[in-house]
């Protein structure tokens, strides 16, 4: 069964800092992965999404994400921060026809700091 | 375009009461769809997903269960609820490739 560990809790950085969130999956095949974006008390966005191909993927709001096979890795990016970027991120790997092996990491919460 | 909805946004229960929370999609057909708990704190636990009506699967033993009696319509129930059912309930659909998409979200208080 695949599993995703999100090593960071909560992290805090300064407005304009720069941003990585650490994501990490087990599965034995190649995995689709997402990350998600969830305001508080809201429903969750998504950021972006790695199915195939390139490893370096563009989302919303100016983040990347890059998928290494070796690490079994896909850690989120961005270059500056914004305030308004604070909120609770969530690494996901997908797999299974009908998607119910769906899992999520634990999530990571993000303070930016002005 | 597609837009997920359900209601109510905030529900306050005693314990022992029953519970019903409605996901509804608009602007696609036969989606997947999915519900989800998500304690104070912790990440998001599929609890259910359906792939047609009266298609239910059941992730983790509950106190809940699920009902899909339309093709866009998925609704939450319980008979009695537990201070443990508190948390943030979210539907979700999918349809074709891998990505969900998820409504607002319900906030549920047992007391």
């Known amino acids: 069964a695949q599993s995703v560990t999100q090593p960071d809790i909560h992290i805090t950085v300064s407005e304009g800092a720069s941003l990585e969130l650490r994501c990490n999956y087990s599965?034995?095949?190649?995995?689709?992965l997402f990350w998600y974006v969830q305001s508080p008390g809201q429903g969750l966005q998504l950021l972006l999404k790695?199915?195939?191909?390139?490893?370096l993927v563009q989302g919303i709001k100016g983040f990347e994400a890059e998928f290494k096979r070796s690490q079994s890795s896909f850690n989120l990016r961005k270059p500056s921060v914004h305030w308004s970027d604070a909120a609770e991120y969530f690494c996901a790997v997908g797999a299974g026809n009908y998607g119910q092996n769906f899992v999520f990491g634990p999530g990571t919460r993000l303070s930016v700091l002005p | 375009s597609q837009t997920i909805h359900q209601w109510p946004a905030t529900l306050v229960q005693p314990v022992g009461s029953p519970l019903s929370l409605e996901c509804t999609v608009e602007?696609?057909?036969?989606?997947?769809l999915y519900w989800y708990r998500q304690a104070a704190g912790r990440g998001l636990q599929l609890l259910f997903y359906?792939?047609?009506?009266?298609?239910i699967s059941s992730e983790v033993p509950q106190n809940l269960s699920a009902s899909r009696p339309q093709d866009r319509q998925f609704i939450l129930s319980s008979k009695k609820l537990l201070l443990s059912d508190s948390g943030f309930y979210l539907c979700?659909?999918?349809?074709?490739?891998?990505?969900?998409?998820f409504g607002p979200g319900t906030r549920l208080t047992v007391l």
């Open positions: 790695y199915f195939s191909g390139d490893t």
């Open positions: 359906s792939i047609g009506i009266d298609q």
């Open positions: 602007g696609t057909s036969n989606p997947n």
């Open positions: 979700a659909w999918r349809f074709g490739r891998w990505e969900q998409f």
């Open positions: 599965y034995g095949a190649t995995p689709y």
